[in-house]
């Protein structure tokens, strides 16, 4: 078994973010690396999927660019709340009919007739957003409270899934919804599942770089239980030289988004706090991670404020000591965020240090 110790297993983590440096490539090349995006409402800062491809581009990244890809390239596609390459479209409608619960496959088997009418109109006249679509279902889809009385938008999002419907765009934050042929490209290639969940493992273990499980090599890391499996390519760049830098994170990124491996690899402790009342939070509604080289260190806590035009600062949490070099990073990337929301920035705290 290889033997790793934490410095290599986290640097294998950063590298396969592409966290490790700026890159220079396009939105897609992006995406095409990272396999996912996920698509998130909140906007304390920036909207997820900006805050993301921000750490990786800088500056020279703005939301049309994604717009583009999806809407005007077709390079990406947004399918169940991820954007995604179009390339991984086919492999992902391979095992989305498959994957899906047996639950769901009866409320479509009662609700033919409503899957046939919602195809019907979209054919007929074009592009909806749920909001545009009758909701003529006969079996109302029941769950624990969210999705009640949410039958178009239910049907819709199955319809993706199975690759009947494909998302064609936003109308400002809604999704616009057309038949899928009018969408995805028509050579678009849809494997056996067998070989697409494979290809999709294989793609997620690179983005990754380790994890606790996949088609890797298997490994053991320093100070962890257990064995991990590493992408075969990591393994190979292990000597290459690494440097770092700062970035800010959101809570949805990738190298942060499974908490427990955030927390045995970097001892990195978080939640996100946006569901809990104010006075219940340790560290802010929607706080950043920090990350500096190849250790996550902090906190920022920081909101948008839109209509004075700055971004209000309003904690920085040390996770550990953070010396003048690591503190100066910091500010630095304040500067550039600040810079690439187009807003200044306003302090009114002190560091939380631990």
């Known amino acids: 078994m290889i033997r790793l110790d934490r410095d290599q297993a986290r640097r294998i983590a950063v590298r396969a973010q ?63 709340s991820y954007v995604r390459a179009m390339d991984d479209i086919g492999l992902l409608l391979a095992v989305g ?22 195809l019907a109109l979209l054919g007929a006249e074009g592009a909806r957003t749920a909001a545009e679509v009758p909701d003529t279902c006969e079996v109302p889809w029941a769950s624990s ?6 039958n178009v938008n239910r049907l819709l999002e199955l319809l993706t899934l199975l690759g009947d419907v494909a998302v ?11 038949l899928a042929d009018r969408v995805y490209p028509g050579d678009l290639d ?42 075969p390519d990591a ?24 908490r427990d491996r955030a927390l045995e690899l970097f001892d990195f402790a978080y939640v996100l706090e ?27 806590d920081a909101k948008a404020d839109r209509k004075a035009g700055v971004l209000r600062v309003h904690a920085l949490h040390e996770d550990l000591p953070w010396d003048p070099e690591l503190g100066d990073a910091v500010d630095a990337e304040l500067t550039a965020l600040g810079d690439w929301l187009g807003m200044g920035v306003v302090r009114s705290h002190a560091r939380d240090r631990p």
């Not at 409270?145 to 949410?150: M, T, Y």
């Open 235 to 258: 393994l190979a760049a292990l000597d290459d030289a690494f440097t770092g830098r700062c970035a800010f994170l959101s809570p949805f990124d990738r190298l942060v988004y499974d």
């Open 168 to 178: 064609a765009g936003r109308r400002g934050k809604l999704r616009v919804y057309d």
């Open 145 to 150: 409270g969210w999705n009640d009385a949410k």
């Open 18 to 80: 592409l966290l490790d440096r700026r890159h220079t490539g396009s939105v897609a090349e992006v995406v095409e690396e990272l396999t996912l995006l996920q698509v998130d409402p909140t906007a304390a800062v920036a909207p997820s999927v900006d805050l993301v491809l921000w750490s990786r581009l800088g500056d020279g990244y703005a939301h049309s660019d994604l717009t583009f890809a999806l809407e005007t390239e077709r390079s990406l596609a947004e399918l169940s």
């Open 190 to 231: 849809v494997p056996a599942y067998d070989r697409a969940r494979a290809l999709l493992d294989r793609r997620e273990l690179a983005a990754l770089g380790i994890a606790r499980t996949g088609p890797g090599e298997e490994a053991s890391v320093e100070g962890c239980a257990g064995t991990w499996r590493v992408d």
């Open 274 to 300: 946006m569901y809990k009342p104010a006075a219940s939070r340790r560290w802010g509604y929607f706080a950043l991670p920090i990350l500096y080289r190849d250790r996550l260190v902090g906190k920022l």
């Open 97 to 118: 009919p498959r994957e899906l619960h047996p639950r769901v496959h009866e409320w479509l088997a009662a609700n033919q007739a409503f899957r046939a009418d919602v």
